[in-house]
């Protein structure tokens, strides 16, 4: 008996939403997904250009990107709604998109910490919400959420 590629991956023609997807880890997630056979829909809040430059990164994949709030709760629904409805599936969910605002405590601003938690927390709440239905009616899929060594110990702030 024969044993699979290792580039058989079983990934081929599922699909992925990648958050935070336009830079950093996240842009190496989407083209490593990518380059596994996902089609990958990535959510960016700024970096337009990224889109371009990924998909001319990356020749052939099917890979882009979307601007979505992920503090919006609905602006996550909508999304997860458009993707489903353009691709009949939703297979993964990397919760990658964060922001860090690093201050020492009292120096911190209140909108600082409110953009942090609405973003970190909130956002892969929200978007985490709007995908499992889809799941659900699939009867299977998959939710990786990326988080900062900070989680675990903090920086000087």
């Not at 044993?3 to 939403?17: E, F, M, N, R």
């Not at 998909?55 to 890979?63: D, E, L, Q, R, S």
């Not at 919760?95 to 209140?110: H, K, S, W, Y």
């Not at 600082?112 to 889809?134: H, I, Q, S, W, Y």
Request: aromatic share 4%; net charge neutral; glycine share 12%.
């Amino acid at each position: 008996m024969s044993s699979p590629a290792i580039s058989d991956s079983g990934l081929t023609d599922k699909v992925a939403i990648v958050t935070g997807g336009s830079g950093g880890i996240g842009r190496a997630i989407v083209q490593m997904l990518a380059a596994a056979g996902m089609e990958v829909v990535f959510t960016y809040r700024g970096n337009a250009a990224s889109v371009a430059e990924i998909t001319a990164a990356n020749p052939g994949a099917k890979i882009s990107g979307e601007v979505v709030d992920i503090r919006d709760s609905a602006a996550c629904a909508a999304f997860a709604e458009k993707v489903f409805d353009r691709t009949g599936r939703i297979d993964l969910l990397v919760n990658n998109a964060g922001v860090i605002r690093d201050n020492p405590l009292t120096a911190m601003e209140d909108d600082d910490v409110k953009t942090v938690l609405e973003t970190n927390v909130t956002g892969t709440f929200n978007m985490t919400r709007a995908v499992v239905p889809f799941m659900i009616s699939q009867r299977r899929g998959k939710i990786v959420n990326i988080s900062s060594v900070s989680g675990e110990k903090g920086g000087r702030g």
